[in-house]
């Protein structure tokens, strides 16, 4: 079947860090995202692509950097680790058609210490 | 900009209670898709509806039901004689026509107590 994985489940790591946070899929979808979950916010977007070699800004992206050299894997890059962005990650897919939902994965529980 | 607004942002029950979790939303795109999550206990993402603004039917899926109103930028969600296990955190969230991003809102932590 296919699915949505993200590794690792939990990460904990120190200020300043450069930390990735892995998503991969095998749904053969062209869209992918990430989000943050925080209490009180929801998800907010982090970032986005629509393709190989298409990557985009979501609303939180500061701090945040991502690339696509396939279709299968979003990887997200935190460049120097922050206690604000103690976080629970989501990496979602979706088909290139207007209608279809997106598929998120198990999410990755981050905390910046 | 696009935006959803869940005001609720807790609610509790008790058992078999009829218990609706408002959405609202804002867009200045005519067409556009509303949608509900639902995330439990173990923290996944299940995605329960779509709804596309051409097509106001409500909708009824067993115990759950969905009220679309354009004309109140609403998509409230209804669940009939509610469960322990339907405890979660309901998410509604809206996909305008440019892209195919999701705005979500705060989501409705509901708590359904035995």
């Known amino acids: 079947d296919a699915e949505i994985t993200q590794s690792p489940r939990h990460k904990i790591t120190e200020t300043g860090r450069q930390v990735t946070l892995a998503c991969h899929q095998t749904?053969?979808?062209?869209?992918m995202f990430w989000y943050r979950q925080d209490l009180g916010h929801g998800l907010r977007l982090i970032h986005y692509?629509?393709?190989?070699?298409?990557?985009n800004k979501g609303e939180v992206s500061d701090g945040y950097s991502v690339s696509r050299s396939n279709t299968e894997d979003l990887p997200l890059t935190l460049e120097s680790a922050a206690s604000s962005q103690t976080s629970v990650y989501f990496c979602?897919?979706?088909?290139?058609?207007?209608?279809?939902?997106?598929?998120f994965g198990p999410g990755t529980r981050l905390t910046v210490l | 900009a696009q935006k959803v607004t869940q005001a609720q942002t807790e609610i509790s029950v008790v058992e078999k209670e009829d218990v609706t979790l408002d959405c609202v939303y804002e867009t200045r795109d005519t067409t556009y898709y509303l949608f509900w999550y639902k995330q439990p206990p173990s923290g996944e993402l299940v995605f329960l509806i779509r709804r596309n603004s051409f097509d106001e039917q409500n909708e009824i899926s067993g115990r759950y039901s969905w009220n679309f109103q354009k004309s109140t930028s609403s998509f409230n969600f209804t669940i009939t004689a509610s469960q322990v296990v339907d405890s979660a955190v309901y998410f509604c969230a809206l996909r305008e026509t440019s892209g195919s991003r999701l705005t979500f809102g705060e989501g409705t932590q509901l708590t359904v107590n035995p």
């Open positions: 979602a897919s979706s088909d290139g058609t207007w209608s279809s939902e997106q598929f």
């Open positions: 692509s629509y393709g190989v070699q298409d990557t």
């Open positions: 749904w053969n979808h062209n869209n």
